[in-house]
C-alpha cells in the first residue's frame, strides 16, 4: 500500500519483556515520527528521525525506550524491561518536505 | 496549563448543525495541525495552517497567530464526522512533526 504501515497492530506482553513495534513509512519520506497516545489523552511526541539519524529524541520518556532506522526508511522502536504504564497506541508518521503528515493505523501495546 | 487548549472536549450535534471546535495555545508556532481519528482508526491530517484560512469540502480552518488561536469548523454535519479532533502545534524553530497536541474534542453527530 502506499500509506504508512504500522506492525504490529495490536501486542499483549508480560511486565518485564522486550517489544519491538515496527513503522513502514511512505517511499521518499526522510521524516519519520513516533508517537505514544495513552487512553482518553492526546499524543505526545516520541522521536524523530530525518534520514538514518534521530535528529531528536527529546520524547523519550527514559532509557528503556529507544528507536532504529537503520536504513533511512523502516523504523523500530524498541522497549526494554515493559512496564504497566506503557501501555498505550504508538502512532507512526511520516512527512512530506513542505511538513504534511501520513499517519500510520498505531500499535496498541498493552503490559500486563 | 497545557500548551495546546480545546473546546469544548466533548460535542453532540443533530445532523446539518454546523459545529465549531476552538484550539489555544501559549506558544509561538511556525505551524497548526488540525487532525481527526475516528475509534480504533488511525490519524488523518486535516489542515495544516500558519496563517489566514483554509477549506476542504464542509471543512473550514481559521488561524489568527496574534492572539494564538485557531477554529476548525464544520458545515451541515454528518454522523460520519463523528470522530475525535485533535489541535496540534509545531513551535517554532522545530520540524514539522514534533508536534505538541491538544486533549481533542469528541463530536458525536446523531442523524
Known amino acids: 500500500g502506499a500509506g504508512v504501515s504500522q506492525t504490529p497492530s495490536n501486542k499483549v506482553t508480560e511486565k518485564g519483556k522486550y517489544v519491538e513495534l515496527r513503522c513502514d513509512p511512505i517511499?521518499?519520506?526522510?521524516?519519520l515520527y513516533w508517537y505514544r497516545q495513552s487512553l482518553g489523552q492526546g499524543p505526545e511526541f516520541l522521536i524523530y528521525?530525518?534520514?538514518?539519524?534521530?535528529?531528536?529524541d527529546s520524547g523519550l520518556p527514559n532509557d528503556r525506550f529507544f528507536a532504529v532506522r537503520p536504513e533511512g526508511s523502516v523504523s523500530t522502536l524498541k522497549i526494554q524491561r515493559t512496564e504497566r504504564g506503557d501501555s498505550a497506541v504508538y502512532l507512526c508518521?511520516?512527512?512530506?518536505?513542505?511538513?504534511?503528515?501520513?499517519f500510520g493505523e498505531g500499535s496498541r501495546l498493552t503490559v500486563l | 496549563k497545557n500548551e495546546v487548549e480545546q473546546s469544548p472536549q466533548n460535542l453532540t450535534a443533530q445532523e446539518g448543525e454546523f459545529i465549531t471546535i476552538n484550539c489555544s495555545y501559549s506558544?509561538?508556532?511556525?505551524?497548526l495541525h488540525w487532525l481527526q481519528q475516528h475509534p480504533g482508526g488511525g490519524i488523518v491530517s486535516l489542515f495544516m495552517?500558519?496563517?489566514g484560512k483554509k477549506k476542504h469540502g464542509r471543512l473550514i480552518a481559521t488561524i489568527n497567530i496574534q492572539e494564538k488561536h485557531s477554529s476548525l469548523h464544520i458545515t451541515a454535519s454528518h454522523p460520519r464526522d463523528s470522530a475525535v479532533y485533535i489541535c496540534?502545534?509545531?513551535?517554532?524553530?522545530?520540524?514539522?512533526?514534533?508536534?505538541?497536541f491538544g486533549q481533542g474534542t469528541i463530536l458525536t453527530v446523531h442523524p
Open positions: 508518521a511520516s512527512s512530506t518536505p513542505t511538513g504534511e503528515l501520513f
Open positions: 517511499s521518499g519520506h526522510t521524516a
Open positions: 528521525f530525518q534520514g538514518t539519524g534521530a535528529a531528536d
Open positions: 506558544v509561538g508556532i511556525s505551524a
Open positions: 495552517l500558519s496563517s
Open positions: 496540534a502545534v509545531c513551535p517554532g524553530g522545530t520540524s514539522y512533526g514534533k508536534l505538541t
